[in-house]
């Protein structure tokens, strides 16, 4: 089955860091851009990161400087890594796979991030 498993998400406090893990089955992630969205309650999913097919990477301003996204193509994986964690990183965070029109998600990983 052809799917997107996100893993890593916890409760951690301001100021701390972790580490996402995408973990894709049965779908290359070196001719695919991968995407990092997030979602808090009452808010629209919202871009955090993206590495694309060739490897560039490419950040939203709130995170820019404090998360890493990287990846491993040979084990299909991607990551991103969270520093310097603020209340406000509080969401459900998803990754994404985009090719064209054809989108694929994971089911999401909660982080929490306390004040």
């Known amino acids: 089955q052809v799917q997107l498993v996100e893993s890593g998400g916890e409760l951690v406090q301001a100021g701390g860091s972790l580490k996402l893990t995408c973990q894709a089955t049965?779908?290359?992630?070196?001719?695919?851009?991968i995407n990092w969205y997030r979602q808090s309650p009452g808010q629209p999913r919202e871009h955090v990161a993206t590495?694309?097919?060739?490897?560039?990477?490419n950040y939203a301003d709130s995170v820019k400087g404090r998360f890493t996204i990287s990846r491993d193509t040979a084990k299909r994986t991607v990551w991103l890594q969270m520093n310097r964690l603020k209340p406000e990183d509080t969401a459900v965070y998803y990754c994404?796979?985009?090719?064209?029109?054809?989108?694929?998600w994971g089911q999401g990983t909660q982080v929490t991030v306390s004040s």
């Open positions: 994404n796979l985009a090719r064209g029109t054809y989108s694929l």
């Open positions: 049965l779908i290359s992630i070196n001719i695919n851009d």
């Open positions: 590495i694309t097919k060739s490897g560039s990477t």
